[in-house]
């Protein structure tokens, strides 16, 4: 552990871990510290919540890197002379980096419970680089969340990187938080999980499946995820008492909402994509879908129905004891996907 001191006198605690390495929630951790006197206590949810007055503003940012949040992109020459042969689903296309990179950065907004209105995309990539694809699928996300892009930059870099800033509005008492739920309160999940992670997989030709369509649904989970906007808005109005969506896995994101509200978990139920596993379902991450909590005295399900939106799966609930992590009744490994330097 390493101990430094800043400028205010805020005394920052950088826990450097075995190897030297130093793990993605630590380093937040540390960062956080570091801001707090000035305004960064926001740090740590999904998105941040500026006070403008009579509104606020839901901002949150997130970077896709070509072979760390997607595999290599086949390039579009290497692509036209394949579509001649048909088109292997498991190659990424530029479309499909362009797209994952916004629905990536909305689904933290769509996780305090507020619609995304605006990104912005800083993009840049290697010479050769088919920018304007990249863009078709920037487009295509944004035409399907209803989205503008209104602004961004661009370089050249040594792989294809994409930052995306997504921005909402809403009214004072509206977002969502993460740290805010309460004893007693159930845990509710938009959609079964581990398709994504089951869909890098196969991807990777790890796995093989004979069915060619659960294939490619499972290889899209991966390439194109989609932010549950309209379910996220929705659970909020039902009454949500805190809200985080899956981009390092279950487990992990389960253990944020226990933390920030020192409570503990009892999961009865993980569902799990039809091809995937337990393993993808709990650690896999990158499904983003939504965990709720609400009062166990509601049901979601009709209005979710109503809606036209497939009705939420109740997994679990919050329990009173701090270092509860418990599936039916047995311990669960907080694990998941950390970056680490
Ligand atoms: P998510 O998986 O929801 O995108 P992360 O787990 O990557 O979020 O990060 C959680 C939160 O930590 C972010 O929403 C943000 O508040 C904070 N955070 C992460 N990286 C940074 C950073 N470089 N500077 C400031 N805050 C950060
Ligand atoms: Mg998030």
């Not at 295509?140 to 990187?161: H, M, N, R």
């Not at 093989?208 to 490619?216: H, K, Q, T």
Request: include cysteine.
């Amino acid at each position: 552990m390493e101990i430094s001191r800043g400028p205010d006198e805020v005394v920052y605690v950088v826990v450097v871990e075995q190897n030297y390495q130093l793990a993605e929630f630590t380093l937040i951790k540390a960062i956080k510290d570091m801001f707090i006197a000035r305004g960064g206590s926001q740090i740590g949810d999904d998105a941040a919540i500026l006070d403008l007055g009579d509104q606020l503003l839901v901002v949150s940012s997130d970077l896709t890197i070509e072979g760390v949040h997607l595999p290599a992109i086949t390039p579009s020459k290497a692509r036209t002379d394949d579509f001649d042969q048909g088109f292997d689903l498991s190659k990424i296309t530029e479309r499909d980096f362009g797209f994952k990179s916004v629905t990536t950065a909305i689904s933290d907004i769509a996780a305090m419970g507020i619609e995304p209105r605006w990104v912005t995309l800083s993009l840049c990539g290697p010479a050769g680089s088919d920018l304007l694809e990249v863009m078709e699928g920037v487009r295509e996300a944004c035409v399907q969340f209803d989205c503008d892009l209104v602004g961004g930059d661009l370089s050249v870099s040594p792989v294809l990187t994409a930052n995306v800033t997504a921005i909402g509005t809403c009214k004072p008492n509206e977002p969502v938080f993460r740290n805010t739920c309460s004893v007693g309160d159930a845990i509710w999940v938009t959609g079964p999980l581990g398709g994504a992670s089951c869909g890098l997989r196969l991807i990777n030709k790890e796995i093989e499946i004979e069915n060619d369509a659960l294939v490619g649904e499972l290889i899209n989970r991966q390439k194109r995820p989609v932010p549950r906007v309209k379910e996220a808005v929705l659970a909020r109005l039902i009454g949500a008492s805190s809200m985080i969506d899956i981009s390092d896995g279950l487990a992990t994101e389960l253990d944020h909402l226990a933390n920030g509200a020192n409570a503990g978990i009892s999961i009865e139920d993980v569902p799990i994509h039809d091809g995937a596993n337990i393993d993808d379902a709990l650690y896999g991450g990158e499904d983003y879908e939504i965990i709720f909590t609400l009062d166990p005295n509601l049901d979601p399900a009709d209005q979710f129905e109503k809606a036209g939106l497939r009705p939420p799966i109740k997994i679990g609930v919050i329990v009173g004891e701090p270092d509860c992590r418990k599936i039916r009744g047995r311990d669960f490994l907080v694990g998941g996907f950390q970056a680490k330097w």
